[in-house]
T-cell receptor
Framework: DAEITQSPRHKITETGRQVTLACHQTWNHNNMFWYRQDLGHGLRLIHYSYGVQDTNKGEVSDGYSVSRSNTEDLPLTLESAASSQTSVYFC??????????????FGPGTRLTVL | ELKVEQNPLFLSMQEGKNYTIYCNYSTTSDRLYWYRQDPGKSLESLFVLLSNGAVKQEGRLMASLDTKARLSTLHITAAVHDLSATYFCAVIIQGAQKLVFGQGTRLTINP
């Protein structure tokens, strides 16, 4: 079955270190998204991509970057981790607008702790 | 800027009762989504509402959309414990494929 996976599922790192969170989907979806979830804030969009070589900033993009070199993967990099980036990170994907309801399907999440 | 507000944010109810969660949004949109999240888990898609007056039902949950009022409701009928979860509504930004989420409603159903 097609799916969306994230790795690692849990990560503890230190302030100032570079961290990369992986997201891989096998639905062949064009659109991919990264969110962070924090108590009291719901889900907030970090970065998103509509296809290979396309990346866009979301609502809370400072300190994060993404790259899209193929359809299946959208890794999220924290350039220099800060304690404020302690959160649960969700990756999601959806088909393009022309053919679907745009429903986003979510990965299992990565819990990141920055000490 | 599109804002999405849910209320209530916390809801504790007894099994067998009916209740409604409200989702208001601030600017025009043509699609609204409801998701469920269990503690420590990912988000599961429940409903997609695509037009004014749309109504979708699955078991004890029914969602509706009024685009003129910019309001969606998620109605729970004869609640059971298994429906305890956090429910999110999300609205798509017109002309884009990005979602803006509400804060979530944490629903607890007590026996």
């Amino acid at each position: 079955d097609a799916e969306i996976t994230q790795s690692p599922r849990h990560k503890i790192t230190e302030t100032g270190r570079q961290v990369t969170l992986a997201c891989h989907q096998t639905w062949n979806h064009n659109n991919m998204f990264w969110y962070r979830q924090d108590l009291g804030h719901g889900l907030r969009l970090i970065h998103y991509s509509y296809g290979v070589q396309d990346t866009n900033k979301g609502e809370v993009s400072d300190g994060y970057s993404v790259s899209r070199s193929n359809t299946e993967d959208l890794p999220l990099t924290l350039e220099s981790a800060a304690s404020s980036q302690t959160s649960v990170y969700f990756c999601a994907s959806s088909e393009s607008r022309m053919t679907s309801t745009d429903t986003q399907y979510f990965g299992p999440g990565t819990r990141l702790t920055v000490l | 800027e599109l804002k999405v507000e849910q209320n209530p944010l916390f809801l504790s109810m007894q099994e067998g009762k009916n209740y409604t969660i409200y989702c208001n949004y601030s600017t025009t949109s043509d699609r609204l989504y409801w998701y469920r999240q269990d503690p420590g888990k990912s988000l599961e898609s429940l409903f997609v509402l695509l037009s004014n007056g749309a109504v979708k039902q699955e078991g004890r949950l029914m969602a509706s959309l009024d685009t003129k009022a910019r309001l969606s409701t998620l109605h729970i009928t004869a609640a059971v414990h298994d429906l305890s979860a956090t429910y999110f509504c999300a609205v798509i930004i017109q002309g884009a494929q990005k979602l803006v989420f509400g804060q979530g409603t944490r629903l607890t159903i007590n026996p």
